[in-house]
């Protein structure tokens, strides 16, 4: 039993660990081009920049808050840094634009957190306001122009892979922002599992009053998860650009429903305090073989967004639905520990 | 009771002529107060008397006009939280202000670790330094679960460890048995005594003053931002502390209408039964008749209550209105029958925090108010609420104060307000006067007594013995979801109840 409990995960991260492994045994008896290390690797490129997002994500849905601003923040940060490259500096080298990019992902998250933590706003509206805002000022005043062509130094990052090697049915290859992703799972790990930091986001995500008596600083932290969704979402948005070798401007906005999905699905609790890195993963991995399925057996692509949805919905449905069990549970007696307590008394 | 400590220990914490003013209001008016090592401190006085403002003033929430704090003979006049924590000072909230998505283990450790201004994690140290504590004070808690599973009892328990983490030596604990079973507070009290004997001062807030007297070594009371009294708990009792806390002589005495012998009851409940929970319950309630129901937390005493207004409907069994049978698979169809429920939660279950005082009396009640149109009659909706808003003396400058800014004991007359609006045949009540003042408490009892004179049957459910004592024509005790005993007349003095509900 105890094993069982450990197997499960504290997010119910076994479960989805054997979701995830029964699709992917179905989907190599139907389709055995599916089990192969390309469709591995390939899994794994698509899973990149969703990836990113998605840690960004896992770390304000711990803290007991929701970002659907992360896509804008992605393409102001990420699209600016690249058009000022194109226009005015085209030798920048990639450090630098990377740098940029963050730079400005950090001001606009550290921007959506001063409003959130200082006035006390709901978070799904205040960032759901700045995402029109952020959009609406990229357009105004860096542009709409489609980039077909990276600046030189990003663009020679677009075709470094890590592992390359040829396969039966053609090459399979590591990308590096694919090893930049995996870098960053580890590193919030760390932070969430290991950091006064990370055990603050639990907190506050689990009782903020009870955090705030207990002596956290709970608006600086609140400020910081927004920075550092903000530094997350920029780097994904670099990623994005390298990945698919252009800037336009139109992208990723609109996506966010998939990483939410992803994040919910990976255990992180909507109502916050819950969530890992291990169930993000899958969550996300998860989604892309799904997608990647659908596409397989021939359903039109209109149907994936639908598939999310319900994905979402049943996410949240089974959190919701395991937390009303639970306070059914403690309310009935429990007939033998009263039993005890009676007998306690008597002795 | 152990003996007092002695006048010549010197104090842990003192405060000398601390004043705070809000405002225009005064808080608080030259309090002093003194702890001693290894004494149960009792703070008693009133909603409002100013013990939440001395509380937050001594935990560093809040910072004095003028007065100091001193702890260990060191005069503190810039306190914060954490320099509070640092210097052994611990409040348990009633809320307990735990974590629920944490472990016991986590929550013991966690507030330690962020007054050490730590900036690494040490998962691997965390169960040993809990362990250490709750194997200290022989408590039987499960490290490793969630705090959001606990009961309330054990809930409490771990902000114990969690404050002893800190090597807390002044322990102040607000209302900590209001939510306790008898059990339970025993053994709290116990876990107090080896506090106790550590050296540790406690300081109880609390509106149970019997409980109270039975474990602190002395008293002091507030009112109105002044401490009117303050000495050994011997020198006083229930009687005297409720006449210093209120400033009038308190009337607790039983006191219940007659009862018409030949009326035929207006509920009865017949075998009732709901797996899991409570098991052929039977009982009947008279008009006009006050009929009280007890029993420890999660003896089943709840579960009845919302079997008979549809929130858990019953397995199978009967209940009827006025002879009628009353088919109550829903909460709706309990109303249709005539039922009313006070809930135990209030603030979650029973009011509209952020709507106005008035909103909230005629809530429940809409349907009483239509006229010839199926509109509402703003007309008699505006009489219902003048009407009960008086009759309750709910403490609010008009209706329209949202109910967020009431006292519990004002919230709780809102609530009853609001049942009484839709004038129910039974009108059931959860621990009516959890968390209120004796003032407010006298003045509940005695609506409840007006509402049965007008006919109402109703039923108290209640662990406060003498509160039933004062109203209650019959009580019922309840244990592990069977009725064991039914009392009534002579047979309801506070004893035999607490007798029965442990027996």
């Not at chain 1, 927004?226 to 070798?245: D, K, N, P, T």
């Not at chain 2, 962020?114 to 250490?132: D, I």
């Not at chain 2, 022989?138 to 705090?147: K, R, T």
């Not at chain 2, 039964?273 to 009947?284: E, N, Q, R, T, Y």
Request: hydrophobic fraction near 50%; include cysteine; proline fraction near 3%.
């Amino acid at each position: 039993m105890q094993m069982l409990r450990t197997l499960r995960g504290s997010n119910n991260e076994g479960v989805l660990a054997l979701v995830l492994l029964t699709l992917i045994i179905a989907m190599s008896i139907i389709s055995p081009a599916f089990l192969s290390a390309g469709t591995a690797f390939s899994t794994l490129r698509s899973a990149t920049v969703p990836l990113i997002f998605a840690l960004a994500v896992l770390v304000v849905i711990v803290s007991g808050g929701i970002d659907v601003s992360f896509a804008a923040v992605a393409i102001f940060s990420a699209y600016t840094a690249v058009s000022f490259a194109i226009t005015t500096a085209p030798d920048l080298p990639a450090f630098a634009i990377i740098g940029f990019a963050i730079a400005i992902g950090a001001v606009l998250g550290l921007f959506n957190g001063v409003v959130i933590a200082r006035f006390r706003l709901p978070t799904l509206i205040v960032t759901l306001g700045t995402q029109g805002v952020f959009v609406g000022v990229m357009y105004t005043y860096v542009g709409a122009t489609y980039y077909a062509q990276l600046p030189p130094s990003l663009a020679s990052l677009s075709s470094v892979t890590v592992i390359d090697f040829a396969t039966g049915t053609g090459r399979a290859s590591l990308h590096v922002m694919a090893v930049v992703a995996i870098g960053l799972s580890l590193i919030i790990w760390w932070m969430l599992t290991r950091t006064m930091f990370g055990r603050a986001l639990y907190a506050i995500g689990g009782d903020a009053e009870a955090a705030r008596r207990a002596g956290f600083r709970v608006m600086r932290t609140q400020v910081l998860v927004y920075v550092l969704v903000g530094v997350l979402a920029a780097i994904a948005g670099v990623a994005h650009m390298v990945m698919g070798r252009s800037a336009n401007p139109q992208d990723l906005v609109g996506d966010e429903l998939d990483i939410i999905a992803a994040v919910v699905l990976g255990g992180a609790s909507i109502f916050g305090g819950r969530g890992s890195v291990l169930g993000t993963v899958l969550g996300v991995i998860l989604i892309q073989v799904i997608n990647n399925s659908l596409l397989l057996a021939g359903v039109p692509s209109a149907w994936l967004r639908a598939a999310v949805g319900m994905l979402l919905i049943a996410g949240v449905g089974i959190q919701a639905i395991a937390a009303r069990k639970k306070a059914r549970r403690v309310h009935t007696v429990d007939e033998q520990k009263a039993d005890r307590v009676v007998e306690e008394v008597a002795s | 009771m152990a003996s007092p400590p002695t006048a010549a220990v010197e104090p842990v914490l003192a405060v000398h002529g601390i004043t705070k003013r809000f405002g225009g209001v005064t808080a608080l008016a030259g309090v002093s107060l003194d702890l001693l090592p290894g004494e149960v401190h009792c703070l008693a006085g009133e909603n409002g008397c100013g013990k939440s403002t001395l509380i937050k003033i001594i935990s560093g929430v809040e910072r004095p006009d003028s007065g100091e704090v001193i702890i260990d003979g060191v005069a503190h006049s810039r306190m914060n939280a954490t320099s509070a924590i640092t210097s052994g000072v611990q409040v348990i909230y009633q809320d307990f202000s735990l974590f629920p998505n944490l472990t016991v283990a986590e929550n013991i450790v966690l507030t330690a670790e962020v007054a050490g201004r730590q900036k690494l994690y040490r998962a691997a140290s965390v169960r040993p330094k809990a362990r250490a504590i709750v194997d200290e004070l022989q408590l039987d808690l499960d490290l490793d679960s969630e705090v959001g599973d606990l009961s309330v009892a054990d809930k409490q328990l771990t902000a114990i460890c969690r404050a002893l983490v800190h090597a807390a030596r002044v322990i102040i604990m607000d209302e900590p048995t209001t939510a306790l079973t008898h059990t339970e507070v025993a053994r709290l009290f116990a876990v107090v005594e080896r506090l106790r004997a550590r050296g540790v001062a406690l300081v109880f807030v609390s509106h149970k003053l019997e409980e109270v007297l039975a474990i602190s070594q002395r008293v002091t009371i507030m009112r109105s931002g002044r401490v009117v009294t303050s000495g050994l708990a011997s020198d006083f009792d229930r009687r005297s502390i409720a006449e210093h806390m209120t400033g009038s002589e308190l009337d607790e005495s039983r006191l219940v209408a007659d009862l018409d012998e030949s009326a035929a009851p207006r509920l009865v409940v017949s075998h009732l039964d709901l797996p899991g929970a409570f098991h052929d319950v039977s009982f009947s309630v008279r008009p006009g008749e006050i009929l009280g129901v007890t029993g420890l937390l999660g003896s089943g005493r709840t579960e009845i209550a919302e079997a008979i207004f549809g929130a858990r409907p019953a397995a199978s069994g009967e209940i009827f209105i006025d002879g009628r049978r009353a088919d109550i698979r829903s909460i709706p169809d309990a109303v249709d029958a005539g039922i009313g429920y006070v809930p135990e939660d209030r603030l979650s279950q029973g009011l509209f925090l952020e709507k106005s005082i008035a909103d909230n009396i005629v809530a429940g009640s809409l349907d009483r108010h239509r006229n010839r149109w199926h509109g509402l009659d703003r007309a008699r909706i505006r009489a219902t609420i003048a009407g009960l808003f008086s009759d309750l003396k709910i403490n609010a400058p008009n209706p329209e104060a949202p109910v967020r800014s009431l006292s519990g004991g004002n919230a709780q007359r809102v609530v009853l307000a609001k049942w009484l609006a839709t004038e129910p045949k039974v009108l059931v009540l959860n621990g009516p006067t959890v968390g209120v003042d004796v003032g407010s408490k006298a003045q509940i009892l005695d609506l409840l007594r007006k509402a049965a004179a007008r006919g109402m049957a109703i039923i108290v459910i209640s662990d406060d013995a003498p509160e039933l004592v004062s109203c209650c024509h019959r009580v019922l005790v309840v244990a592990r979801g069977r009725v064991t005993h039914e009392l009534s007349g002579d047979e309801i003095t506070a004893e035999i109840i607490h007798e029965r509900m442990a027996a």
